[in-house]
């Protein structure tokens, strides 16, 4: 499995990034896939995910600014950003979760930088 994600780049505060992660197969077949952010001396932390049924999860400190969309004929996931503030500075990475009978195995793209500047 291999997850591409790219979209970041530097924007100012109050503007908008989409955010690309593009999977070799199906996204469906993950318990979730999503993105995660750490920022500069931060742990990472989830941003916003699908789950297998097709929920969402997102960190409270990006509702209302953030929405996770998917194109499953493009094995697809979407972050779109708005309202950008300068602590969603952050390496974005997409994240995606495969649970076995016995196993769980986390699949982590190579991460693309977001910097906001105010």
């Known amino acids: 499995v291999q997850l591409q994600a790219y979209g970041g780049g530097l924007v100012q505060a109050g503007g908008s990034l989409r955010l690309s992660c593009v999977a070799s197969g199906s996204t469906s077949r993950f318990r979730s896939i999503g993105w995660y952010r750490q920022a500069p001396g931060k742990q990472r932390e989830l941003v916003a995910v699908?789950?297998?049924?097709?929920?969402?999860n997102y960190a409270d400190s990006v509702k209302d600014r953030f929405t996770i969309s998917r194109d499953n004929a493009k094995n697809t996931v979407y972050l779109e950003m708005n309202s950008l503030k300068s602590e969603d500075t952050a390496v974005y990475y997409c994240?995606?979760?495969?649970?076995?009978?016995?196993?769980?195995?986390?699949?982590w793209g190579q991460g693309t930088l977001v910097t906001v500047s105010s």
């Open positions: 699908f789950s297998s049924a097709g929920s969402t």
């Open positions: 994240n995606a979760v495969w649970v076995g009978v016995s196993f769980r195995y986390d699949y």
